[in-house]
T-cell receptor, first 114, second 114 residues
Framework: AQSVAQPEDQVNVAEGNPLTVKCTYSVSGNPYLFWYVQYPNRGLQFLLKYITGDNLVKGSYGFEAEFNKSQTSFHLKKPSALVSDSALYFCAVRDMNTGNQFYFGTGTSLTVIP | DGGITQSPKYLFRKEGQNVTLSCEQNLNHDAMYWYRQDPGQGLRLIYYSQIVNDFQKGDIAEGYSVSREKKESFPLTVTSAQKNPTAFYLC?????????????FGQGTRLTVV
């Protein structure tokens, strides 16, 4: 079965500090992995994705994520957090071989403290 | 501009009424999806459609119905059989039913039962 786990419901970080939002996944085949951000009462905005190749992927707004196959993880990172990064973040996975569905985590609420 | 348009943004439903949520895309995408979002539960798939005149149930299809008569349109009807319809509903699309493309999301419809 395909699934995504975001173990932290809430992450707080001081402005200017590095941030990490954690994601682990489970798929039967090889994964496509995605990160999205959601602001209140809005749809999801795409940040970045891992398809194949380099394990470190860079995306919008200075975010990056590292694919770790052995740990089945895809943690989202940013070197220096901004107050405007405060939002809800979702990790998603799609099975490369069978995937016609996206499986989403339950989301992590990020608060950047000025 | 290309994108996905959901309407209305807010919708109020009386007990026992059916309501229809609109989703239109001008991205020429083949696949479309409906998700329900509840606090702390992430996104749960209601229905998806890989091609015109075809759709499949997702994880929580009971009490919902869809149609896909045109490529650009994928309306969702919340029927009176859905016991707890109050939620945020998100429509999404991808260029193909499978593969590494990210999903593109609309801005959502917030449905409230009054």
């Amino acid at each position: 079965a395909q699934s995504v786990a975001q173990p932290e419901d809430q992450v707080n970080v001081a402005e200017g500090n590095p941030l990490t939002v954690k994601c682990t996944y489970s798929v039967s085949g090889n994964p496509y992995l995605f990160w999205y951000v959601q602001y209140p009462n809005r749809g999801l905005q795409f940040l970045l994705k891992y398809i194949t190749g380099d394990n470190l992927v860079k995306g919008s707004y200075g975010f990056e994520a590292e694919f770790n196959k052995s740990q089945t993880s895809f943690h989202l990172k940013k070197p220096s957090a901004l107050v405007s990064d405060s939002a809800l973040y979702f990790c998603a996975v799609r099975d490369m071989n069978t995937g016609n569905q996206f499986y989403f985590g339950t989301g992590t609420s990020l608060t950047v403290i000025p | 501009d290309g994108g996905i348009t959901q309407s209305p943004k807010y919708l109020f439903r009386k007990e026992g009424q059916n309501v229809t949520l609109s989703c239109e895309q001008n991205l020429n995408h083949d696949a479309m999806y409906w998700y329900r979002q509840d606090p702390g539960q992430g996104l749960r798939l209601i229905y998806y459609s890989q091609i015109v005149n075809d759709f499949q149930k997702g994880d929580i299809a009971e009490g919902y119905s869809v149609s896909r008569e045109k490529k650009e349109s994928f309306p969702l009807t919340v029927t009176s059989a859905q016991k707890n319809p109050t939620a945020f509903y998100l429509c999404a699309s991808t260029p193909q039913p499978r593969g590494g493309s990210e999903a593109f999301f609309g801005q959502g419809t917030r449905l409230t039962v009054v």
